[in-house]
Every structure is written in C-alpha cells, then in structure tokens.
C-alpha cells in the first residue's frame, strides 16, 4: 500500500453550533454533499445536538481527508461524502465517497481509510487515502 497521504482533524462541537445559530442552514447547504444533505433533512429540527453533531462530524472528516488528498486533488466540500454506520446496517465500517466534479481526479485516489471518535465536546477524525493501485 502506498499512501498520499494522511489527514486529521479536531472539531470543537460548540464551535459549530455557534457557527450554525449564526448562520442556520446555510452551514449544512455549504458543507454537505446532495446525500448527506437528504439525511440531514429527515433529523428532527427539534434535536439540535443531534443536526450540530452531524455537521461537526462531515466538517471533521471533509478537512481530514483534505489534508490527506492534498496536493495531488484538492476536494471540496461537496465532493466528499461521509458513509457512517447509522446510515446502512450492513455496513461494517464507515466509508468515505469522493465524487469529483472533474472526472480525471478520480483515477489519482485510491481507497480510504476513515476514523471518527467523539469525545465530549470535541469530535477526532483522521483520513488515510492510498494512491490506485494502477498509479505507481
């Protein structure tokens, strides 16, 4: 396995709901991609822990797995989507998705690798991402 690269991040959860009363729901429309935005709908807007919560785990994992794409992709916020284990029962570990507007990014990353830990107020997320195996 040859990587490009290794990426982490911390989240300060109520750095995120501070941005997200500021702002509302624009935060989600800038960050999520279209699936993650149709999940975020169906949270109930009474459970405001739970919606800050989301958005502070896809922030976390969105700038980790950009540290690690870095410089050979460069990722937006769109283009990425967080698959965590809540959202299939069949899944056995979360999984991230990179649907990039320029198709030929696709071919230059390989498979990730993706932890998420929450931990009080704070949310630890780290990203491995290995070059294809057809790329030397």
């Known amino acids: 396995m040859v990587l490009i690269g290794v990426g982490v991040d911390v989240v300060h959860i109520p750095r995120i ?11 989600a429309s800038r960050i999520l991609s279209a699936e993650e935005r149709a999940q975020w709908e169906l949270l109930p807007t009474s459970d405001l822990g739970r919606r800050v919560r989301f958005l502070a785990v896809r922030w976390g994992i969105k700038e980790a797995a950009y540290k690690a794409m870095y410089p050979v992709v460069r990722p937006t916020w769109k283009e990425l989507t967080y698959r965590g284990l809540g959202d299939d029962p069949a899944r056995t570990k979360p999984t991230l998705v990179y649907h990039p507007a320029d198709a030929s990014c696709c071919s230059k990353v390989g498979k990730t690798h993706i ?8 949310v630890f997320t780290s990203v491995i991402v290995e070059k294809p195996a057809n790329v030397p």
Do not use: I, K, N, T
């Open 17 to 27: 709901a501070s941005l997200f009363q500021r702002r509302g729901s624009r935060v």
């Open 115 to 122: 932890s998420v830990s929450h931990d009080g107020d704070y």
